[in-house]
């Protein structure tokens, strides 16, 4: 059974930081062909935010560009997501969702709240 959780969410200042991670079980990392980010503000629709694409490269919103960065631990099955510089419109709930042989798997989310 395929699961991700995601962590490292909280409150913080304008122009801090955080880093988020997912961590996934039940999927061979390996063969994860795709790894986002995404965020959902409330009463708002879900927004990309960036994509680690597998032998491709990485893709960020332009309004995160220059501020978060991507990464992972393969050994542990771990996706980060390093938000630098960060801004009141930031906020929301980050979900993970990773794509695995045609199958796309969504984490429940951690809430990013940024306060001016």
């Known amino acids: 059974q395929v699961q991700l959780v995601e962590s490292g969410g909280g409150l913080v200042q304008a122009g801090g930081s955080l880093r988020l991670s997912c961590a996934a079980s039940?999927?061979?990392?390996?063969?994860?062909?795709?790894m986002d980010w995404y965020r959902q503000a409330p009463g708002k629709q879900r927004d990309f935010v960036a994509r680690l694409a597998r032998n491709i490269g990485t893709y960020y919103a332009n309004s995160v560009k220059g501020r978060f960065t991507l990464s992972t631990d393969n050994a542990n099955n771990t996706l980060y997501l390093q938000m630098n510089e960060l801004k009141p419109e930031d906020t929301g709930t980050y979900l993970c969702?990773?794509?695995?042989?045609?199958?796309?798997?969504w984490g429940q989310g951690t809430q990013v709240t940024v306060r001016s």
């Open positions: 969702k990773m794509d695995q042989l045609g199958t796309t798997y």
């Open positions: 039940g999927v061979i990392f390996s063969r994860v062909s795709q």
